[in-house]
């Protein structure tokens, strides 16, 4: 069949070009290593310059890379399915504001200089505590228009109370770290964070991933979906706390990296036959591919000016999303 | 035996009472047109059967209360065409009637030559197996109608409730719904279809039940029901009666004389 030839193809390529993009972002950086001496250097015992660079720094910054973007994909994916809505973005339940709120607190009381884990933490905190509200607010009876709309209030109130800190920000320099570490980066992450990370993902992925089946029942709305023996109470929970589980512990180690899980999902959706089940696996592994690419890019295009990963997703991805935007409006008029 | 049986049902919708003590079995073989105005409550009396709306009284789907059953037994005993046929995502005509198979595959397991076979029937039970590899949301109203009722065909469910699944078709593929869920009923299934087409119910179900203001006025054969008396004191119209091949024609003609609406208010 033609229709699953073409996804079968897309899901091969796009593996390809994560497995590609991973190991060029071990590659390269300002040390310069060449690429036997990276790889040896990556699984040997050693101590030395090279085997700390690599082991220390690039890796974590890999493999951040890779988990943050399947992230998002997989995450903008599911909300896209479950909103029905191709605008939909894993930002709009109010956790990528909320985890950024956690961490710039975390800067704000100094916390986190004493303390270095102290920053994915408060912001995996304050995520926990937003999509308990937005939960909360959705109620059981689940009304999705509710949900969105809790979303909104609770990411205004979160990026309030972040410029409330930066207003009160006695101290010039923790405004600008604030401002920096909002603006979403890879730099300098260690194997802690990927290990803090790790197990929200994970937790986070299980929940999405699951939600396959009925994502393709609400292409045809949710009474249909209920009729077809979809439980909606069952996935909303599930896309709610796996969105907020997976994309609460990104921001807490990346800050936000806006435009991926909006762009990504919106992209691929034609190489899926429009099937939302198909588009998690596929938009996850874009995801990663963009991600990593973006991280690759900012080291590339200005390796001394510490370009930040959220300012390149956004400069690159919103004139593409006009642009798909506007190639859509075509194909309806 | 009876494959749904209602008793005293009655529900709200933001706070408006709208369905007022309702009771009806439908027995395997029937085909039954749930006709009524605009308003009457036949959509909601149908979302109340699928549990779509909260409602009291008791509602037995095959044997078992529609309270207990889990979502996906429910699935395998009632299939439901819902009145929007709004589809969000350009999917291919074959992949949306597959989805009527999503009750039956146990978890992770891809579709089985059993399933195939369901999806292919009732596609061409429907005329859209010439449809097949087009996208759901390129398809005319009328074709995304008959996909939708092939949906929910490949569901194989003992009961059918379709709310305006008629609408919007043409004569041929009108009549060509109707004689389907009529071979459906002959097997042994139930169908409760609501429509506003009094014409076609008249022609082609088994038993009519009329709604007015949430509450059943009529119920019975065609001929008991569609009466010149309940056209006019419920829809407020004057119609032509005839009869073609022993089967009952009926056809508004016009708004019926003032007095007869003030009965109504």
Same mark, same amino acid.
């Given at each position: 069949?033609?229709?699953?030839?073409?996804?079968?193809?897309?899901?091969?390529? %796009?593996?390809?070009?994560?497995?590609?993009?991973?190991?060029?972002?071990?590659?390269?950086?300002?040390?310069g290593?060449?690429?036997?001496?990276?790889?040896?250097? %990556?699984?040997?015992?050693?101590?030395? #310059?090279?085997?700390?660079?690599?082991?220390?720094?690039?890796?974590?910054?890999?493999?951040?890379?890779?988990?943050?973007?399947?992230?998002?994909?997989?995450?903008?994916?599911?909300?896209?399915?479950?909103l029905?809505?191709?605008?939909?973005?894993?930002?709009?339940?109010?956790?990528?504001?909320?985890?950024s709120?956690?961490?710039?607190?975390?800067?704000?009381?100094?916390?986190?200089?004493v303390?270095?884990?102290?920053?994915?933490?408060?912001?995996?905190?304050?995520?926990?505590?937003?999509?308990l509200?937005?939960?909360?607010?959705?109620?059981?009876?689940?009304?999705?228009?509710?949900?969105?709309?809790?979303?909104v209030?609770?990411s205004?109130?979160?990026?309030?109370?972040?410029?409330?800190?930066?207003?009160?920000?006695s101290?010039?320099?923790?405004?600008?770290e604030?401002?920096?570490?909002?603006?979403?980066?890879?730099?300098?992450?260690s194997?802690t964070?990927?290990?803090?990370?790790?197990?929200f993902?994970?937790?986070?992925?299980?929940?999405?991933?699951?939600?396959?089946?009925?994502?393709?029942?609400?292409?045809l709305?949710g009474?249909?979906?209920?009729?077809?023996?979809? !439980?909606?109470?069952?996935?909303?929970?599930?896309?709610?706390?796996?969105?907020?589980?997976?994309?609460?512990?990104?921001?807490?180690?990346?800050?936000?990296?806006g435009?991926?899980?909006?762009?990504?999902?919106?992209?691929?959706?034609?190489?899926?036959?429009?099937?939302?089940?198909?588009?998690?696996?596929?938009?996850?592994?874009?995801g990663?591919?963009?991600?990593?690419?973006?991280?690759?890019?900012?080291?590339?295009v200005?390796p001394?000016?510490?370009?930040?990963?959220?300012?390149?997703?956004?400069?690159?991805?919103?004139?593409?999303f006009?642009?798909l935007?506007?190639?859509?409006?075509? =194909?309806?008029? | 035996?009876t494959?749904?049986?209602?008793?005293?049902?009655?529900?709200?919708?933001?706070?408006?009472?709208v369905?007022?003590?309702?009771?009806? !079995?439908?027995?395997?073989?029937?085909?039954?047109?749930?006709?009524?105005?605009?308003?009457?409550?036949?959509?909601?009396?149908?979302? #109340?059967?699928?549990?779509?709306?909260?409602?009291?009284?008791?509602?037995?789907? !095959?044997?078992?209360?529609?309270?207990?059953?889990?979502?996906?037994r429910?699935?395998?005993?009632?299939?439901?065409?819902?009145?929007?046929?709004?589809?969000?995502?350009?999917?291919p005509?074959?992949?949306?009637?597959?989805?009527?198979?999503?009750?039956?595959?146990?978890?992770?397991?891809?579709?089985?030559?059993?399933?195939r076979?369901a999806?292919?029937?009732?596609?061409?039970l429907?005329?859209?197996?010439?449809?097949?590899?087009?996208?759901?949301?390129?398809?005319?109203?009328?074709? %995304?109608?008959?996909?939708?009722?092939?949906?929910?065909?490949?569901?194989?469910?003992?009961?059918?409730?379709? !709310?305006?699944?008629?609408?919007?078709?043409?004569?041929?593929?009108?009549?060509?719904?109707?004689?389907?869920?009529?071979?459906?009923?002959?097997?042994?299934?139930?169908?409760v279809?609501s429509?506003?087409?009094?014409?076609?119910?008249?022609?082609?179900?088994?038993?009519?039940?009329?709604?007015?203001?949430?509450?059943?006025?009529?119920?019975?054969?065609?001929?008991?029901?569609?009466?010149?008396?309940?056209? =006019?004191s419920?829809?407020?119209?004057?119609?032509?009666?005839?009869?073609?091949?022993?089967?009952?024609?009926?056809l508004?003609?016009?708004?019926?004389?003032?007095?007869? =609406?003030?009965?109504?208010?």
């Amino acid at each position: 069949m033609n229709d699953a030839r073409r996804y079968q193809m897309a899901l091969a390529a %796009l593996t390809l070009a994560t497995l590609i993009l991973f190991c060029l972002s071990l590659l390269v950086g300002p040390a310069g290593i060449g690429f036997i001496d990276s790889v040896s250097a %990556l699984f040997s015992e050693r101590r030395d #310059a090279i085997a700390l660079i690599m082991q220390e720094i690039r890796l974590p910054r890999a493999l951040l890379g890779l988990m943050v973007g399947a992230t998002l994909g997989l995450s903008g994916a599911v909300l896209q399915g479950y909103l029905r809505n191709p605008l939909a973005e894993p930002a709009l339940i109010g956790v990528s504001a909320s985890a950024s709120l956690g961490a710039v607190l975390a800067i704000y009381t100094w916390l986190s200089a004493v303390f270095p884990p102290a920053l994915p933490l408060a912001a995996l905190a304050a995520s926990v505590v937003a999509v308990l509200i937005v939960q909360a607010m959705a109620g059981r009876r689940g009304s999705v228009l509710t949900l969105i709309l809790a979303g909104v209030a609770v990411s205004s109130f979160a990026g309030a109370m972040t410029s409330l800190a930066l207003n009160l920000s006695s101290n010039p320099f923790a405004a600008l770290e604030i401002m920096f570490w909002m603006l979403g980066s890879l730099t300098d992450r260690s194997m802690t964070h990927v290990w803090l990370a790790l197990p929200f993902m994970l937790a986070g992925w299980a929940a999405l991933l699951t939600l396959g089946r009925a994502l393709d029942a609400l292409t045809l709305g949710g009474d249909t979906a209920a009729s077809l023996g979809v !439980d909606m109470r069952r996935v909303q929970f599930l896309a709610v706390f796996g969105t907020a589980a997976s994309v609460g512990a990104a921001t807490a180690v990346t800050g936000a990296i806006g435009f991926v899980g909006l762009v990504v999902p919106h992209l691929l959706r034609p190489l899926t036959g429009g099937q939302p089940s198909r588009l998690l696996p596929t938009s996850a592994l874009g995801g990663a591919s963009v991600v990593l690419a973006a991280d690759i890019l900012v080291r590339i295009v200005a390796p001394e000016r510490d370009l930040k990963l959220g300012v390149l997703t956004a400069i690159v991805g919103a004139p593409f999303f006009l642009w798909l935007v506007w190639r859509e409006r075509r =194909k309806v008029a | 035996m009876t494959l749904l049986s209602v008793s005293h049902l009655s529900a709200a919708l933001g706070g408006r009472p709208v369905l007022h003590d309702i009771s009806f !079995d439908v027995g395997p073989g029937e085909l039954v047109g749930l006709i009524g105005p605009n308003g009457a409550g036949k959509s909601t009396l149908l979302r #109340a059967l699928m549990g779509l709306t909260p409602a009291s009284g008791a509602i037995v789907l !095959d044997g078992e209360d529609g309270g207990d059953l889990t979502a996906t037994r429910r699935a395998l005993k009632v299939a439901y065409m819902a009145q929007s046929r709004d589809v969000a995502w350009a999917m291919p005509v074959e992949a949306l009637v597959a989805l009527g198979r999503l009750p039956h595959l146990p978890r992770l397991s891809p579709m089985r030559a059993a399933d195939r076979a369901a999806v292919d029937a009732a596609m061409r039970l429907m005329d859209v197996e010439a449809h097949r590899d087009r996208q759901a949301t390129a398809l005319s109203g009328g074709e %995304l109608a008959r996909v939708l009722a092939a949906r929910a065909l490949a569901q194989e469910t003992p009961l059918l409730l379709a !709310d305006e699944p008629a609408a919007g078709l043409d004569p041929s593929h009108q009549i060509g719904l109707m004689q389907v869920f009529h071979s459906l009923a002959q097997e042994g299934r139930s169908v409760v279809v609501s429509t506003h087409d009094l014409g076609l119910a008249a022609r082609s179900c088994t038993r009519l039940i009329l709604l007015d203001r949430g509450r059943v006025v009529a119920d019975g054969t065609p001929e008991a029901v569609v009466t010149a008396n309940n056209l =006019k004191s419920v829809y407020g119209v004057e119609a032509y009666f005839g009869e073609v091949e022993g089967r009952m024609v009926v056809l508004p003609l016009g708004l019926s004389t003032p007095s007869s =609406k003030e009965h109504r208010a």
